[in-house]
């Protein structure tokens, strides 16, 4: 129950950042096989900014609750910004980094912290993270999770 906190649930039915931008100057798309999510994220740049960001896909209510977050995150960023807050959601994901160390913008993904007691959940959580920071660094990413699971 822990998992699905109402606030996750919220983002999950959020439509604020679906769809898809045309045309976009940044794609991915990430798949996570050991779960089945799937996401395809699109952004437009203006200048060093990600004015807009859009995301469609499918998968488990953590991976897509997510992406939600980001988005909103993420959106009107500069891009060196959007990368720190990659890595900051990293270190609290994966490397269990202390609430409180969080950015502000980052606030509400505190509510994922539960989902750190489980190795194959985290992949879902981090997807569309991993896949918009290669997609930033290379313009065009096909991120894919390994499907190993480490405790
Ligand atoms: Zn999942």
Redesign the pocket.
């Known amino acids: 129950a822990d998992l699905y906190r109402d606030v996750l649930l919220d983002y999950y039915r959020s439509r604020s950042h679906k769809g898809r931008l045309e045309p976009h100057d940044v794609r991915g798309h990430g798949v ?1 096989p ?4 799937e996401i395809e994220i699109t952004a437009a740049r203006e200048g060093d900014r990600l004015k807009r960001i859009r995301y469609d896909g499918h ?5 897509q609750a997510s992406t939600a977050m980001m988005a909103e995150a993420i959106e009107g960023k500069p891009i060196p910004e959007a990368l720190k807050l990659i890595q900051a959601f990293g270190d609290f994901m994966v490397r269990r980094g202390e609430p409180q160390a969080m950015p502000g913008p980052l606030e509400e993904a505190k509510a994922l912290e539960g989902v750190r007691r489980f190795p ?2 985290v ?3 981090m ?1 569309s993270w991993n896949t918009l920071r290669m997609a930033l660094e290379q313009g065009s990413a096909e991120f894919r999770e390994n499907d190993e699971v480490r405790p």
């Open positions: 996570s050991i779960c089945g999510d998968g488990c209510v953590i991976s194959a959940r992949k879902c959580a997807l």
